[in-house]
């Protein structure tokens, strides 16, 4: 691990982060296995004088000692190649634009050309021999990192049968198969069909071979069920056709089952992704729609993280749940298909015609079922076979990290990270991410091994492993270092899909992380139209009005989609996530249309997503400047105050739409009010007293103290016992929220489910829980930002 020494005191950093006794692929400095890799000379010692200078010669020896024990300084090897580090080492401009010149475009190209040359499933052949690239290029003598390494893990990952494919068919009364849907994407690029391409398959969905009726459920989504039961639709025993959208992958599965549904197909409308268009001249590869024969693979896994060691890491020595225990798995067969095979199908149904919410652009009628219409393809007594022979398997996985120490705060991290795998080829999802990750990583590795730059805190880039399955390399890791990441993580930046398509930026944060995004994006010209910066085209696309600021691009709020879910939602840290993507007023996709399936190819992004590479170079610059800035800076760019906008909104949300319900139970806001009001007050304070230390010349002790409010802040939101039912989970501001009012989601979940419940139910003794949660927490966080000493 990382120690906190004072200065003058001899160390070799970074300590791997891999623990032991287990497989890591690791490369220290200094190492005595690797002895082509040395000590880097480019740093040179911090001796007490040079402290004594910084201080104004007002404290002694011992006093600095003291000091560099409370801000974590290391000494750092002998070397006089750059200026000796300064604690008040601070961003500088010219530094910045240098890097962002020198992220070529044409490099990125290339690095994603040879990332999705090949399939690179999560465990697969080819996902090691990335981890061996990445690896690779992080050792790299003059371009690589202090360190690199590949922690491995032992997880629960789901695969199809190669003995036994998964099938869908139509049979007959007499038990004929009268139609077979496809097991494979039909090969239009002549990559489609290689023997490392992955069948389409629901990953983690179990094997069984149901047969039944064929009912049209839109969606799959509870409410969508239960319209089909209101409306005297028999659903027990019966096969449901789904669409894409609406309800996460498994919980399609889930609400099945509550209605006796046997088994469940999903598939993509083209109406959802292609704006209507299906046929195969409108499609890829004439266009970047999907073709009629795509298929989106996905995982059916209820929780993030390993299905077997929830809030423990994966490793060979862990306790393991029973994987016929396991909660989280889909509880009856599923099986996707393209919408060819979809409008087969569908096309064919007899029964009430959908409602128009529910059609779509297969050409058609939508209509309900169950089962087939006389007049049609089939005989009207045939049913669905849905045949899934998928596996559980334990399989190795691993995470790639590559660091680069900081030359004054080490103890302080920023991480940039991006999942490695892909169900197929992966060229958008994910390998745009590691492409860029990869240029990033090579600027800033030259400029540290020439010695002419070194950040002020240290940045860990990550390549996690396994995200496809449910996040779980980048969960273990949260897991495996739970407390050294909480105490020493600055925040993290998540570049997964950098570019969905090259119209504009699109960004998802917590409130703190917003000015420094916005920073960034204002001096970094976009690609399209020329003439302006990101942020202003970024406006034009995305906007808010905003009580502080006026007009200013939207921030999204995060989810659970990408590797930012276990750092936002698990170890409170702020987070982020930076991407391109489509102007929504030109289209209705829900993604990019060739999402999860074997057509997300080199050539699709190169003649379709982004051509010339601008929009990756732009992401590029904007993740690298937001990188840089978090990692520089003397005072973090974290603006606590930001918070105060999603605090009010929530409270005025709760006032309009639940404070008479709740005075009906004797229940009052006053006190959320209140503690609203106080975060506010304290916020307001803090920013007075951060121009105030900026203006002047703050010893270090006072700027790492101020740092440490700006960085704590966000786990002051965390309540790990809020959310019972929802597995990592704690953050009382951005857990899911299945109410309808836009409001903090433990309260507004509380009021929907006591709704209909009477006084002094259990239900409305929740709600009153929730409430008091809020207030606790919104307490603890004004708290946290009051003066150290102010107890």
């Avoid at 599965?253 to 549904?261: E, R, S, T, W």
């Amino acid at each position: 691990m990382l120690l906190a020494l004072p200065a003058g005191c001899s160390l070799t950093l970074p300590a791997s982060w891999g623990p032991k006794g287990r497989a890591t692929h690791r490369v220290m400095v200094n190492s005595t296995r690797h002895p082509s890799i040395r000590s880097d000379p480019s740093l040179p010692r911090l001796h007490r004088m040079q402290w004594v200078k910084v201080l104004g010669g007002v404290v002694g020896a011992a006093a600095l000692v003291g000091l560099g024990i409370i801000l974590g300084h290391f000494a750092i090897p002998k070397g006089a190649d750059v200026p000796t580090p300064s604690v008040s080492q601070d961003l500088d401009l010219e530094t910045l634009e240098t890097i962002m010149q020198q992220l070529d475009a044409n490099k990125i190209r290339e690095n994603l050309r040879e990332l999705s040359r090949e399939p690179h499933l999560a465990s697969s052949p080819r996902d090691e021999a990335l981890v061996q690239l990445l690896l690779q290029r992080w050792q790299d003598p003059e371009s690589g990192l202090d360190s690199a390494e590949a922690p491995t893990y032992e997880v629960l990952l789901s695969f199809p049968s190669q003995e036994q494919p998964n099938l869908v068919t139509v049979v007959g009364p007499t038990g004929g198969v009268l139609f077979s849907c496809r097991q494979s994407e039909e090969n239009l690029t002549g990559e489609q069909a290689g023997p490392d391409v992955i069948p389409p398959y629901a990953a983690y969905a179990p094997p069984g071979t149901p047969q039944g009726l064929l009912v049209y459920a839109n969606h799959g989504t509870e409410e969508d069920f239960l319209s089909l039961y209101t409306q005297g639709i028999a659903l027990e025993g019966t096969i449901a056709l789904t669409r894409y959208g609406g309800a996460g992958r498994g919980a399609k599965a889930v609400n099945a089952a509550k209605y006796g549904v046997a088994g469940v197909l999903v598939y993509t409308d083209p109406a959802d992704i292609n704006d209507g268009q299906s046929s195969a001249n409108e499609t890829f590869p004439n266009s970047w729609g999907l073709p009629p024969s795509g298929v989106e693979r996905g995982s059916y896994f209820e929780y993030f993280g390993d299905p077997l060691t929830p809030y423990l890491p994966a490793n060979p020595s862990s306790f393991r749940l029973d994987p016929d225990d396991a909660p989280g798995f889909p509880p009856i067969p599923t099986q996707p298909i393209g919408f060819d095979d979809a409008k087969i199908l569908l096309c064919n149904l007899q029964g009430t015609v959908a409602p128009d919410a529910w059609q779509g652009a297969l050409g058609c009628d939508y209509k309900l079922g169950p089962g087939f219409r006389s007049d049609g393809d089939f005989p009207a007594d045939s049913q669905v076979n849905v045949s899934v022979h998928n596996r559980l398997e334990l399989r190795n996985s691993s995470n790639v990290l590559g660091i680069i120490r900081g030359a004054v705060e080490p103890d302080r991290y920023v991480l940039y990270g991006n999942h490695r795998d892909s169900w197929v080829h992966g060229a958008v999802d994910p390998s745009s991410g590691t492409a860029v990750i990869l240029e990033l990583s090579r600027v800033l590795g030259t400029l540290v091994k020439k010695g002419t730059w070194r950040p002020r805190r240290s940045i860990v880039f990550a390549s996690w492993g396994a995200e496809e399955f449910g996040l779980i390399g980048s969960t273990e890791f949260t897991e495996e270092f739970f407390s050294k990441l909480q105490e020493r993580t600055v925040a993290y930046i998540n570049v997964d899909i950098s570019v969905f398509a090259n119209a504009t930026l699109r960004a998802q944060g917590t409130p703190p992380v917003q000015s420094v995004i916005f920073a960034a994006a204002k001096q970094i010209p976009a690609p399209n139209p020329v003439g302006l910066s990101i942020y202003d085209n970024w406006i034009r696309h995305s906007n808010r009005s905003s009580a502080a600021y006026g007009l200013v691009p939207s921030l999204g709020t995060l989810g659970a989609g990408s590797d930012y879910a276990p750092f936002i939602h698990f170890l409170g840290i702020s987070s982020m996530d930076i991407a391109y993507t489509y102007d929504q007023s030109k289209t209705s996709a829900r993604i990019y249309p060739t999402y999860h399936t074997a057509f997300d190819t080199f050539g699709y992004v190169d003649k379709f997503v982004d051509p010339g590479f601008s929009s990756h170079q732009a992401v590029a610059r904007t993740a690298g400047s937001v990188l840089l800035r978090l990692s520089d800076s003397l005072f973090l760019p974290l603006n606590v105050s930001d918070y105060g906008e999603t605090l009010r909104s929530f409270l005025q949300a709760a006032q309009q739409n639940l404070e008479g319900l709740l005075e009906q139970h004797g229940i009052s806001l006053g006190p959320l009010v209140t503690a609203v009001e106080k975060f506010e007050g304290a916020a307001a304070a803090l920013d007075q007293h951060i121009s105030a230390l900026q203006k002047g010349s703050p010893d270090p002790l006072q700027v790492r103290m101020l740092n440490d409010q700006l960085m704590l802040l966000e786990r002051t939101f965390l309540n790990p016992r809020a959310f019972p039912e929802e597995r990592y989970y704690s953050h009382v501001l951005w857990a899911p929220r299945t109410g309808s009012v836009a409001t903090f989601p433990g309260l507004a979940n509380a009021c929907s489910r006591a709704m209909d419940t009477g006084l002094g139910s259990a239900a409305w003794a929740e709600v009153q829980r929730q409430l008091s949660i809020l207030v606790v927490a919104l307490e603890g966080a004004a708290a946290t930002l009051r003066p150290v000493a102010d107890l």
